[in-house]
């Protein structure tokens, strides 16, 4: 059995795990069902974060966003907390980076550490600095907000200014970051060397897609068929089978374990909002993940699992050190058939729209409004969408997650708040995280 060598993370932005789920049984997605077929599955893995930068920042340190302190986009990691490149990197192996929107930049995340390429694509906000001197963004997004949508089945107002070029302003397509991704395996695995290439040091690589987000990338052509949210993932799909073609025409696609997820999920109007960042039902929480290496088994696994304990697993499956920080690995030992144990998750949902924090076992959800002062209790057996709140009727089940929410909060002390720049402000008005 090959061992693995290689580690390729692929995340993409506000990916939900049942609409995914749904369009690989529809057959929409055939490179992921590709990368599906034989990986181990975990059909239960939950994200510590509803929004990108506190939430890929556990993914890098394994740490929650109270711990490490990126609790808004926007925000940078501090020295003092170790990151994924850091101990890739203290292994022997290569690292590189490849990130696809403004705020995950290294100038503001600050995760470039541990990189020996860290790809931004800083160019793709050159527009920003003409638009935002022509229009006031607070009432552009204003203004925008009620008039995007208006037009008829693909030819909307915001389709028309995406096609334009002018509101794709912080973000870039995969066809960016791909390219991207190829220059840096060209680094550590270069097409002439592909007989040798597997003798090579490892490598850990991160790409990061962003066409899922709104403004959704989604192309044209296939708006006719499939809503935008399910069409910007075949594009990211058609993408993901490039990054397998390259392994294999790199020759190292037996050594490389590819780990697929999302870094949060995404609303579509259950609970009578679209979006991420205001609410912790599970459509914001539940991402997909999947690991795809023989060395691993081939199984669906319902363990409940929490994207801090990703880089952990990662770590221990190439022998590399581990954390000293709250993820913990996924399985302690690569030949079982099973997993760890269910993980309880916490999480947070985005501070610029409220103070909510919440708790959730496999049998049972706790929401905290923390300025409101209201909780929500649901029983995720009887009621997977949430929709009945039963906090006033389980007053021993609410007490003891109440409990638990509390034991958690008070393992972290106060954030110190980052000052954001006038640029990056309207950066992150015009991605929709501010009010």
């Known amino acids: 059995m090959t061992e693995i060598r290689n580690v390729l993370l692929v995340s993409v932005d506000c990916l939900r795990e049942d609409v995914f789920k749904a369009g690989l049984d529809d057959g929409l997605f055939p490179n992921c069902a590709d990368l599906y077929d034989g990986a181990l599955e975990f059909t239960e893995a939950y994200t510590v974060a509803n929004t990108t930068d506190p939430s890929l920042t556990s993914f890098m340190t394994a740490k929650y966003p109270f711990a490490h302190g990126v609790v808004e986009n926007g925000w940078g990691l501090d020295e003092a907390h170790d990151t994924a490149g850091e101990r890739f990197q203290a292994a022997g192996m290569d690292t590189f980076g490849v990130v696809s929107v403004d705020h995950l930049a290294a100038d503001h995340s600050k995760l470039d550490r541990g990189f020996d390429r860290y790809e931004d694509g800083q160019a793709y906000g050159r ?28 030819y ?13 302003l912080h973000c870039r397509s995969a066809r960016s970051v791909t390219d991207d991704a190829k220059a840096c395996l060209d680094d550590v695995a270069p097409r002439e060397s592909a007989e040798s290439n597997a003798e090579e040091a490892g490598f850990f690589g991160w790409i990061h897609y962003f066409d899922v987000h709104e403004p959704r990338n989604a192309p044209r052509d296939l708006l006719d068929e499939h809503d935008e949210y399910t069409a910007a993932m075949m594009r990211v799909d058609d993408h993901v089978g ?3 073609a390259e392994l294999e025409a790199r020759g190292i696609a037996e050594e490389t374990l590819i780990v697929f997820t999302g870094d ?12 991420h960042g205001r609410t912790l039902y599970d459509e914001e929480l539940n991402v997909p993940l999947a690991f795809d290496h023989e060395a691993l088994p081939d199984e669906q696994v319902d363990t409940q699992v929490r994207t801090i304990d990703f ?11 581990g954390l000293d920080a709250a993820g913990e690995p996924i399985f302690t030992d690569t030949d079982a058939d099973t997993p760890a144990e269910d993980r309880q998750l916490f999480t947070m949902a ?17 929401i905290r409004d923390r300025e409101e002062e209201i909780e929500e209790l649901y029983d995720l057996q009887d009621d997977p ?4 709140d039963l906090a006033d009727d389980k007053g021993q089940r609410r007490g003891a997650l109440a409990d638990d929410l509390d ?4 393992e972290f002390g106060e954030i110190e708040r980052q000052e954001v720049d006038e640029e990056t402000e309207e950066m992150l008005a015009d991605l929709g995280y501010m009010e």
């Open 264 to 275: 949060h999920g995404e609303a579509l109007g259950e609970h009578g909002y679209e979006g």
């Open 242 to 244: 490039e990054l397998q």
């Open 311 to 321: 880089l952990p697993t990662l770590l221990e499956l190439v022998g590399a050190e």
């Open 156 to 168: 909307t107002v915001k389709n028309l200014l995406r096609d334009l070029g002018l509101i794709s």
């Open 407 to 410: 034991a958690w909060l008070a």
């Open 127 to 154: 527009l920003y600095p003409i638009l935002s001197r022509i229009y006031d963004t607070k009432t552009f997004n204003t203004v925008f907000g009620a008039v995007k949508n208006l037009g008829i089945g693909r």
């Open 385 to 388: 969408e949430e929709r009945h």
């Open 350 to 366: 985005y501070p610029t729209f409220g103070d909510a924090v919440a708790t959730r076992t496999p049998e049972w959800k706790l």
